[in-house]
Nanobody
Framework: QTQFVASGGDLVQPGGSLRLSCVASEFNAEGYNVGWFRQAPGKGHEGVSCMDASDDDTYYADSVKGRFAISRDDNKNTVYLYMNNLKTEDTAVYYC??????????????????WGQGTQVTVSS
């Protein structure tokens, strides 16, 4: 069962930007910590960025710090990922998830209770 629907993935050149969106369906994400994860071809899942329910705390993987930004709009039940200065190594399927535990644990260990289908981001010249 898909609880989130992600969109916004595309083919972009290195140095380009994208905004990914993820709409929660069938449940209310307000009150949950949310996060973005990715899986590159032949690699495991990686926590990219996580945000707590009150927007007070965020986590970013070292590989995306200073380039990506996570935000949420609980009125729209939507989570966003702003991606700037994209690199070829950012190529992956990106998906979002929700959990009510610690955001560092969520992102580093990949703990979540709700997730959904992903969207493909390809960075290539």
């Amino acid at each position: 069962q898909t609880q989130f629907v992600a969109s916004g993935g595309d083919l972009v050149q290195p140095g380009g930007s994208l905004r990914l969106s993820c709409v929660a369906s069938e449940f209310n994400a307000e009150g949950y910590n949310v996060g973005w994860f990715r899986q590159a071809p032949g690699k495991g899942h990686e926590g990219v960025s996580c945000m707590d329910a009150s927007d007070d705390d965020t986590y970013y993987a070292d590989s995306v710090k200073g380039r990506f930004a996570i935000s949420r709009d609980d009125n729209k039940n939507t989570v966003y990922l702003y991606m700037n200065n994209l690199k070829t190594e950012d190529t992956a399927v990106y998906y979002c998830a929700a959990w009510d535990g610690n955001i560092q644990t969520m992102c580093i260990l990949g703990r979540y209770d709700f997730w959904g289908q992903g969207t493909q981001v390809t960075v290539s010249s």
